[in-house]
């Protein structure tokens, strides 16, 4: 029974590259967040998917940020143009999402760093 | 809006002492509150978790929780500290429903041997 996975685990870019962060989902689960986490800095909100669904993107960057959830494969979080301030290690967590109180499960995160 | 304060940033504290993190939300809606623990490197693990019922919350470890309505709070204490217990932990809290986390900033526990 395979936890949340996400890959790759380390990513470096130069500015201005494009980062592609994969997360695949606990077993049965449809649901899936994405959170980032700055040095020094707790876990902060950005998108929210269900399959073929973004259900909340209140906490993307308007610009270079975008979050997908297909029907087959993995969650792809695509960030186009990277800046040295996008560095971070990103989370994402899944949960079933039925009704009532579903626990959000974590992956080990990718650290991007940008150079 | 909910938000989440951790008032310690950094506690110290020797091997087999006992230890309390603290943590204070607000929000103007009933919530769900959470620890969760990050070891260096890692993910988040979950501690423990209120959502309804007793207001004292057993989790694993060791480690336990009291949420305090009247105060809204939601301190985690453990009567006896490991070296294995340092990390990050994070006080988290949500509303009631597949809403995402709101995390606080994170204290840091370094057990001293």
């Known amino acids: 029974n395979a936890g949340v996975m996400q890959n790759p685990r380390h990513l470096v870019r130069r500015r201005g590259q494009e980062a592609r962060l994969r997360c695949s989902p606990m077993k049965g689960h449809s649901h899936v967040y994405w959170y980032r986490q700055l040095p020094e800095e707790g876990l902060k909100f950005m998108v929210y998917l269900q399959k073929e669904n973004i259900i909340d993107e209140s906490g993307m960057p308007k610009e270079r940020f975008s979050a997908e959830f297909p029907k087959e494969g993995p969650s792809i979080l695509r960030i186009q143009q990277v800046v040295r301030g996008d560095s971070a290690a990103y989370f994402c967590a899944s949960s079933r999402g039925t009704s009532g109180y579903n626990e959000q499960f974590f992956g080990p995160g990718t650290r991007l760093t940008v150079l | ?113």
């Open chain 2, 1 to 113: 809006a909910q938000s989440v304060t951790q008032l310690d940033s950094q506690v110290p504290v020797f091997e087999e002492a006992p230890v309390e993190l603290r943590c204070n939300y607000s929000s103007s809606v009933s919530v769900y509150l959470f620890w969760y623990v990050q070891y260096p490197n890692q993910g988040l693990q979950l501690l423990l978790k209120y959502l309804s019922g007793s207001t004292l919350v057993k989790g694993i470890n060791g480690f336990e929780a009291e949420f305090n309505k009247s105060q809204t709070s939601f301190h985690l204490r453990k009567p006896s500290v490991h070296i294995s217990d340092t990390a990050e932990y994070f006080c988290a809290v949500t509303r009631v429903g597949n809403t995402p986390l709101v995390f606080g900033k994170g204290t840091r526990l370094s057990v001293i041997a």
